[in-house]
């Protein structure tokens, strides 16, 4: 492991407030949000997809790192060339998912652990010489009646240290992604315990597994109530509950962290990133930078709808939500910049 290698990565995948986007939807996942606008679901219609994305102009303005699916790192834009190579030429780095999913925990009703360690060394192996520099792995917490249970956190947890001790062996920046679900009506407060509890359960796996804590990066949830509360907090009282519970769980050699979006509308990501960073950025230890795919992708793929015609019109409105969280980075996003 070359650990200024990692750090190096792990510092670029946050500088000049740039975020990650997420485009690693598994084949099934990305399938269902074709589905549900009428756009075939095949494998040229999800490369299509794709590139539409990483060849939209501009992009590497405001995304430092992509994250991409094992179907698509391998995949070629129409002229033959390698995706991987064309988001290299962009100045992203190229990154890709290598769990194999959340399935069904033995013994844990509604609640679930991610696979995908056996044989994972020999698949980063693979990955960076395609081009990977970085890696994701996401687990997921769902809070309900009694869960998470201590079981489910600490299976995940460790689950997370041990590909995160891989990837840094191949040289791959993990991405730890510890996801507490926005689904139910649980309030904030719950959801605060619950991330403080798992965050802390996946910082000890970490260092019993000798993970470097310089090269990793965290994309944790937002602190937030659940879907269907009937409380909903603030832009603000989500940034301070938010910012106040990784300032307990999360330690300070770690150089960034990157939320996902969970659900959250693109412009409610936006001004919830952007409250964080006008609050905390000049005195928080990490970045707080952005690794959203719905918050970023959403907008362009209704506007897009699978049509060769409006592929330019999609990659105006990806850009522009990838343009309002770099601002948000900056702590100057204003829900104007929606209008432009
Ligand atoms: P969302 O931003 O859509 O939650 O996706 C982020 C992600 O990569 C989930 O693993």
Redesign the pocket.
């Known amino acids: 492991m070359n650990a200024q290698g990692l750090m190096d990565t792990a510092k670029m995948l946050v500088a000049d407030d740039k975020g990650l986007l997420?485009i690693?939807e598994s084949n099934a996942t990305c399938n269902t949000r074709f589905a549900r606008l009428g756009i075939p679901q095949t494998e040229e219609t999800r490369r299509a997809w794709r590139e539409l994305i990483l060849t939209t102009p501009g992009l590497g303005e405001c995304v430092s790192g992509l994250?991409l699916y094992d179907e698509t790192i391998r995949q070629t834009k129409k002229d033959g060339m390698p995706f991987a190579k064309i988001i290299t030429d962009a100045g992203i780095i190229p990154g890709v998912?290598v769990d194999t999913g959340a399935k069904d925990m033995a013994g844990h009703p509604g609640e679930k652990i991610t696979e995908g360690l056996d044989g994972l060394r020999d698949r980063l192996t693979e990955y960076f010489q395609m081009g990977a520099r970085f890696a994701?792995w996401?687990a997921v917490i769902a809070v309900g009646d009694g869960i998470p249970s201590r079981g489910c956190i600490e299976a995940n947890a460790h689950a997370l240290a041990r590909y995160a001790a891989l990837c840094q062996e191949a040289g791959l920046v993990p991405v730890v992604?510890p996801?507490v679900l926005m689904d139910g009506a649980h309030s904030l407060k719950r959801c605060f315990e619950v991330t403080e509890e798992v965050l802390q359960a996946v910082f000890s796996q970490l260092h019993t597994q000798r993970v470097s804590l310089e090269g990793v990066i965290l994309?944790p949830n937002m602190v937030l109530a659940g879907l269907t509360s009937s409380r909903q907090e603030t832009v603000e009282e989500v940034a301070d509950a938010t910012v106040t519970c990784l300032l307990r769980a999360v330690p300070a050699a770690v150089p960034g962290i990157a939320?996902?979006?969970?659900?959250q509308s693109g412009e409610l990501?936006s001004a919830r990133l952007n409250a964080m960073n006008v609050r905390f950025k000049a005195r928080a230890p990490w970045a707080l930078a952005f690794?959203?795919?719905?918050?970023?992708?959403q907008p362009a793929l209704e506007i897009w709808q699978g049509e060769e015609a409006r592929v330019l019109a999609a990659q105006r409105a990806l850009y522009q939500r990838a343009r309002c969280n770099r601002a948000a980075r900056r702590g100057e996003y204003d829900a104007a910049m929606e209008r432009i």
Do not use: T
Request: a positive charge; charged letters at 35%; proline letters at 0%.
């Open positions: 997420a690693d994250i998912k994701k996401r992604e996801e994309k939320f996902l979006s969970g659900g990501a690794s959203f795919a719905r918050a970023i992708q």
